[in-house]
C-alpha cells in the first residue's frame, strides 16, 4: 500500500480534536496519512506500507507513582527500542514506582484512540520526554490520535513541545 502524505490542516478528519488543535498552533510542517485502522500497530503498519522500524516513533503513556500521587507523562522512542521506564524515566519523573498507564487511562486522560497516541495534544501539564534518537530523527512518523492515519514529522519538532525533554531513553 502506498502513503498519501498531505498537509495535516488539510485533513482534520484524520485528527483527534487535541491534536487537530496542537497542530493548529503550530508553525512548523506536519503532514498526515490515511491509513487502514486495522494496521495501526507499529509492526504492522511497517511491513504493509514499507516504513523502516527507525522510522516511526512510539509514543507511550507512563503512570509514575510516589506518595499516593500518580503523575503522568509521555515517552517517545524509536520502534526499534524501548524506553527504560523503571530507570531513566522513573528518575526523571522522581517517581517510586513507573509503569506503563491502564489503557482506559491513557485514553480518557488524551482523548486520543489507544494504538494512536502521540504527543501532538497531550495535557498541558504532562512532561513528554524525547529519546534523543527521536530527537534527531529528519522525518519520523507517529501515531495521529485516530487508528485511522498518522503523522509525519520532523524529531526536532517533538523536541520542541513546550513541555518535551530530551533524554537517551531507551535501554
Known amino acids: 500500500m502506498t502513503l498519501i ?4 490542516l488539510d485533513r482534520p478528519d484524520l485528527l483527534a480534536e487535541p491534536v487537530a488543535l496542537a497542530v493548529r498552533q503550530m508553525e512548523e510542517e506536519v503532514r498526515v496519512a490515511e491509513i487502514d485502522p486495522d494496521l495501526a500497530d507499529t509492526a504492522a503498519f511497517c511491513d504493509e506500507y514499507g516504513v523502516a522500524m527507525d522510522a516511526s516513533a512510539n509514543c507511550v503513556v507512563v503512570a509514575a507513582k510516589r506518595g499516593g500521587e500518580v503523575r503522568y507523562a509521555a515517552c517517545m522512542v524509536l520502534a526499534t527500542t524501548r524506553a527504560d521506564v523503571n530507570g531513566v524515566v522513573r528518575k526523571r519523573l522522581d517517581a517510586r514506582k513507573t509503569s506503563f498507564a491502564p489503557m482506559d487511562d ?14 501532538l495534544g497531550l495535557p498541558d501539564d504532562w512532561p513528554i520526554l524525547v529519546d534523543s534518537r527521536v530527537a534527531a530523527h529528519p522525518s519520523v512518523i507517529v501515531g495521529s490520535g485516530v487508528r485511522r492515519s498518522k503523522l509525519a514529522l520532523s524529531g526536532a519538532v517533538l523536541a520542541g513541545l513546550k513541555t518535551a525533554e530530551v533524554l537517551d531513553l531507551a535501554n
Not at 502524505?5 to 495535516?8: D, G, T
Not at 491513557?106 to 504527543?119: C, H
Open 5 to 8: 502524505w498531505v498537509p495535516a
Open 106 to 119: 491513557a485514553v480518557s486522560l488524551t482523548g486520543m484512540e489507544y494504538g494512536g497516541i502521540t504527543p
